[in-house]
């Protein structure tokens, strides 16, 4: 591939600059975001992409990778983070929402206290494209009714409506609920 070649698809060029159209951007705000994009080759080069979202808390981070690692595992897939895709953006909900548009999958760890995507809940039931490709991996606490709240409680029951919530407890039931994702 020549310098002048870009190792991005054209159609994923084509929805960045489609997402883009509307914002004024930088030419450097440009270059980082072409470069993110080509940070993401695999997940174009692999048959399934799963972009994992949650808290990235000290605890709740390892589990996290725990999913990431897990997902990696399969044959034919790419598993990440947004923190995995390096750049400081002005717009992080940009950032989200181009790298949801690329991804088979989006997958939610949500545990109490915060839950760590709180805003990214709000697109995922919110976008009928991201919503379709959802999956959430949802904490149950023993000693806990509602944990999360009522507004995030109806986000986990369109989730759990779609057959696409899985809960966990322990870290070997996170392990099996992740098996479980397509």
Same mark, same amino acid.
């Given at each position: 591939?020549?310098?002048?070649?870009?190792?991005?698809?054209?159609?994923?060029?084509?929805?960045?600059?489609?997402?883009?159209?509307?914002?004024?951007?930088?030419?450097?705000?440009?270059?980082? $975001?072409?470069?993110?994009?080509?940070? @993401?080759?695999? &997940?174009? #080069?692999? =048959?399934? %992409?799963? +972009?994992?979202?949650?808290?990235?808390?000290?605890?709740?981070?390892?589990?996290?990778?725990?999913?990431?690692?897990?997902?990696?595992?399969?044959?034919?897939?790419?598993?990440?983070?947004?923190?995995?895709?390096?750049?400081?953006?002005?717009?992080?909900?940009?950032?989200?929402?181009? $790298?949801?548009?690329?991804?088979?999958? @989006?997958?939610? &760890?949500? #545990?109490? =206290?915060? %839950?760590? +995507?709180?805003?990214?809940?709000?697109?995922?039931?919110?976008?009928?494209?991201?919503?379709?490709?959802?999956?959430?991996?949802?904490?149950?606490?023993?000693?806990?009714?509602?944990?999360?709240?009522?507004?995030?409680?109806?986000?986990?029951?369109?989730?759990?409506?779609?057959?696409?919530?899985?809960?966990?407890?322990?870290?070997?039931?996170? &392990?099996?609920?992740?098996?479980?994702?397509?």
């Amino acid at each position: 591939m020549s310098d002048e070649e870009s190792p991005v698809p054209d159609d994923v060029l084509k929805s960045a600059k489609d997402q883009l159209d509307e914002e004024e951007i930088t030419l450097a705000d440009n270059e980082e $975001i072409l470069y993110a994009l080509s940070e @993401l080759t695999p &997940v174009y #080069e692999n =048959d399934r %992409s799963y +972009f994992v979202l949650g808290n990235y808390d000290r605890e709740p981070i390892r589990r996290l990778n725990l999913v990431v690692d897990r997902l990696n595992r399969r044959t034919n897939a790419y598993a990440f983070r947004m923190v995995d895709i390096r750049g400081e953006w002005d717009n992080s909900i940009q950032k989200f929402c181009l $790298i949801a548009d690329l991804v088979t999958y @989006l997958v939610g &760890v949500a #545990e109490k =206290d915060p %839950s760590g +995507f709180l805003v990214e809940q709000g697109l995922l039931v919110g976008t009928t494209e991201y919503f379709a490709k959802s999956h959430v991996l949802k904490r149950t606490y023993e000693d806990e009714v509602h944990p999360f709240g009522w507004m995030q409680d109806g986000i986990f029951e369109l989730f759990d409506r779609g057959g696409r919530l899985y809960r966990w407890r322990t870290e070997e039931d996170l &392990v099996n609920m992740t098996g479980e994702l397509p």
